[in-house]
């Protein structure tokens, strides 16, 4: 039976080196993954070792795992977006101002990101057949950093709804829109970013729409049947009702 890891995500930003021998040799490693990466590349620990005139018992010291260095690649190219701090206080202000700051980096990191899904995915793949044999590489930073940025709703959506609304954003925050709209659609990044913000702010519309129905009372998107029955007047018991034919 394949093992299931778990689903926490298990690239990092990792903590490099300080300074010194150790850390020249981080960096040289990490210069090299990443430029490897941006040529459409998922090089392995070994590849990055010849490459760099570094031996592998070495690089793997840093980089025990393909995982671990793909994880490095993702966190030196996007740790301004972990960063990013948002000074709007009302919630969809925040989300929009997050979006604005942070597509900008997406664009510029797109081939690292891709790299981080393409090895997603190869590993999900190997782990569903029991496969797998190295570290298993999964995403998901992007959880934190949404639910930082959309705290403020949390009050009005309740738990529920607010959990809803992070998962739906998270669908439209990441490399994911780009592997859409780019490679399907053709889209340029300019219109990309404007498609993002169109659907941020249609999908938080929709969950304080659905949020202050639900404190009215009412049900949410309910059965055809079901809200026809609630319109439907009652009759007395005992008369039949009469129709025309």
């Known amino acids: 039976m394949a093992r299931i890891h778990k689903r926490s995500p298990t690239y990092g930003f990792a903590d490099a080196p300080g300074t010194g021998p150790r850390a020249r040799t981080y960096r040289l490693l990490l210069a090299e993954a990443m430029a490897l990466v941006k040529n459409g590349r998922v090089p392995s620990?070994?590849?990055?070792?010849?490459?760099?005139?570094?031996?592998r018992a070495t690089a793997y010291r840093y980089f025990p795992s393909r995982s671990k260095l793909i994880g490095a690649v993702i966190g030196e190219g996007l740790a301004p977006v972990r960063h990013t701090q948002t000074a709007a206080t009302?919630?969809?202000?925040?989300?929009?101002?997050?979006?604005?700051?942070?597509?900008?980096?997406?664009?510029?990191?797109?081939?690292?990101?891709?790299?981080?899904?393409?090895l997603a995915l190869e590993h999900e793949g190997l782990e569903r057949a029991g496969l797998l044999e190295e570290e298993v590489f999964r995403r998901g930073h992007r959880c934190d950093i949404l639910r930082r940025a959309a705290a403020p709703l949390r009050p009005q959506l309740g738990?529920?709804?607010?959990?809803?609304?992070?998962?739906?954003?998270?669908?439209?925050?990441?490399?994911?829109?780009?592997?859409v709209l780019k490679d399907i659609w053709?889209?340029?990044?300019?219109?990309?970013?404007?498609?993002?913000?169109?659907m941020l702010d249609a999908i938080t519309s929709a969950a304080l729409r659905d949020a202050k129905v639900?404190?009215?009372?009412?049900?949410?998107?309910?059965?055809?049947?079901?809200?026809?029955a609630q319109r439907r007047p009652s009759t007395t018991p005992g008369k039949a009702r009469v129709s025309s034919s």
């Open 45 to 55: 620990v070994a590849e990055v070792a010849v490459r760099t005139g570094v031996s």
């Open 90 to 118: 009302d919630g969809p202000l925040r989300l929009r101002e997050l979006f604005e700051k942070t597509f900008p980096l997406f664009k510029e990191n797109e081939r690292h990101m891709r790299a981080a899904l393409l």
């Open 214 to 228: 639900a404190d009215r009372g009412e049900v949410l998107h309910a059965p055809t049947t079901q809200r026809a």
């Open 186 to 198: 053709g889209a340029r990044d300019r219109e990309i970013e404007a498609l993002a913000r169109w």
């Open 159 to 179: 738990a529920a709804g607010f959990e809803r609304l992070l998962k739906a954003l998270s669908v439209i925050y990441g490399i994911e829109i780009y592997v």
